[in-house]
């Protein structure tokens, strides 16, 4: 029998690949499930974006491989994009690095960076992909928790208690998932001393900016923040543009260089319509943020009212595409979303997919409708 690499028995198959398939048996019985798990976004791209894939198709070079750094045009976009929205300047030729997912820039970051057995601090609770990829590559997680009582932002005294000596990358991801809590300029500023004291890369993870957020931050804001640091973004929560798979890497040439090396062995180029349409996605004004804003927030009052039907406690402050609510003392978070999936057949996040400092907390997506919210907050 041909076996698999050892590398996966360091991993397990991704939560949400597994209970979804649990999910959607479940409807496939017959059961009316209502989905409250996922931030899939439900509503459309903007038109003008889909009119600009449509409208490329007859181009010259559109069905041809792409450049491994995207179309200039996309880049000056991102560029530009970055200084209107972040006031942070970019060379569009060297420091931006269009992806295929802003996912997929984990492992490319991490297979440029990351030797066996280097460490990587990852924030707990955090996006799970950080410490499967970290382990994919042979390197190791180093934890270091995020509480409630610090609004869930990092404890640089705690930090600097551990052994450092061989922590290569540093994962943050501000506006923060699953909590919805915004960096603060102060904490982005101990991040890149930090990571220069250190001599640890610093990234930041940063595809929530502009959902039901009025204070859009950038790592790369901070000054010397290129020297220590990067910033993932991405198109998929932004513009509901999730499976077109669009993202970016943003940062000094040095770093975007060792990335290209890994990116440019294994893809072939992002489909040219794809970042036609990324081009006018990236060039829209403000009224777009707004309006989706809107129907979040309508939404988000909603599944406040969900989460008072359980008894679980929110922070309206937050931002993002998740409600992130703590259930009553004493209760365990997976028992309480098995619960409410058999007994309500509503599929909804237990906080300790995303690490122990999860446990006690539940997640809700903004991304179901609301007559289908209401739906479910009937049905208690």
Known sequence: MIQSAKRLDTVQEYYFSKKLREVRGLAAAGKPIINMGIGSPDLQPPASVIAAISNSLGDANAHKYQSYQGLPELRAAISEFYNNKYSVTLNSENEVLPLMGSKEGIMHISMAFLNEGDKVLIPNPGYPTYT????????????????????????????????LSDVKLMWVNYPHMPTGTNATFATFEKLVAFGKKHNILIINDNPYSFILNDNPLSILQVDGAKEVALELNSLSKTFNMAGWRVGMLLGNSRFINQVLKVKSNMDSGMFYGIQ????????????????????????????????DKLHAKYDKNATGLFVWARIPKGKKSEEVTDA?????????????VFGSQGEGFIRFSLCVPKETIKEAISRF
């Open 276 to 307: 036609k349409g990324a081009v006018k996605a990236l060039q829209l004004s403000d009224k777009w943020f707004q309006d989706q804003n809107k129907i979040y927030e309508k939404r988000r009052k909603l599944v406040w009212q969900l989460a």
């Open 132 to 163: 499967s990829v970290t382990k994919l590559v042979g390197a190791d997680p180093l934890f270091y928790d995020l509480v409630e009582e610090n609004n869930w932002q990092p404890n640089f005294e705690a930090l600097e208690q551990l052994d």
């Open 340 to 352: 409410v999936l058999y007994d309500k057949n509503i599929f909804i996040t237990p906080g300790t």
